[in-house]
């Protein structure tokens, strides 16, 4: 069964400093997505970042970068530069390709909070 | 370009009347997804369509959830007769079908349901 686990209930950080949120997962899958997710307060989901699990670079979006450990199944999101308005619940996922159905599977988030 | 539309935002009801979600996805995207997001439970996927046909159903709770996805922009979920502990955000989401693991999936901005 494919899981994904978010240890992180909570996290703060200071305007202007980087920060680092966990995600490990577990599949069997050979071959599999990991996303990452922003929900502010407003309520809407934010596609942020994606990396495949055969991709050989981390991937990279702006201030998001993902520290891709594949033996260790840890997909952490690296926020640099914080600031104010990356105060949101972030959530991991990962999609595999053993059941064919598209179906993203959640962790179940991280409280981040950017301290002026 | 537009992203997936929800319609209604918000909805209050008594228990025991019925419920109809609606989406609109993005245009070209040839997959749609129904989540459910509660704090007990976190995100969860309800149904997903594959070119309008439903290929995943697993997780809708039970007979009074359906859903439909008459053509490529449309797909109702329903609920009848509701009920309180239905409470809850609906997602809808789509993705483009481009084979692999990186199909991203875009979320509308949710329905908030709250049954009384």
């Known amino acids: 069964a494919q899981k994904i686990t978010q240890t992180q209930p909570g996290m703060f950080v200071q305007e202007k400093e980087a920060v680092t949120l966990d995600c490990t997962y577990d599949t069997s899958d050979p071959s599999y997505g990991l996303f990452w997710y922003k929900q502010p307060s407003s309520g809407e989901m934010i596609f942020l970042i994606y990396?495949?699990?055969?991709?050989?670079q981390n991937a990279t979006e702006g201030r998001y970068s993902l520290n891709f450990q594949k033996a260790r199944k840890s997909a952490n999101l690296v926020i640099s530069a914080s600031q104010l308005g990356d105060s949101a619940m972030y959530f991991c996922?990962?999609?595999?390709?053993?059941?064919?159905?598209?179906?993203?599977?959640f962790g179940q988030g991280t409280t981040l909070q950017v301290k002026p | 370009d537009a992203g997936v539309i929800q319609s209604p935002r918000h909805e209050v009801t008594e228990m025991g009347q019925e419920v109809t979600l609606r989406c609109k996805p993005i245009s070209g995207h040839n997959s749609l997804f129904w989540y459910r997001q509660t704090m007990m439970r976190g995100l969860e996927l309800l149904i997903y369509f594959n070119n309008n046909v439903p290929i995943d159903d697993s997780g809708m709770p039970e007979d009074r959830f359906s859903a439909k996805m008459p053509n490529a922009s449309f797909s109702t979920l329903k609920i009848q007769p509701s009920e309180p502990r239905d409470s809850a955000v609906y997602f809808c989401?789509?993705?483009?079908?481009?084979?692999?693991?990186?199909?991203?999936?875009?979320f509308g901005p949710g329905t908030r349901l709250l049954v009384l």
């Open positions: 990396q495949g699990s055969y991709d050989q």
């Open positions: 989401a789509s993705s483009p079908v481009t084979g692999g693991t990186q199909e991203t999936q875009y």
């Open positions: 996922a990962m999609r595999g390709t053993s059941s064919n159905t598209g179906k993203l599977i």
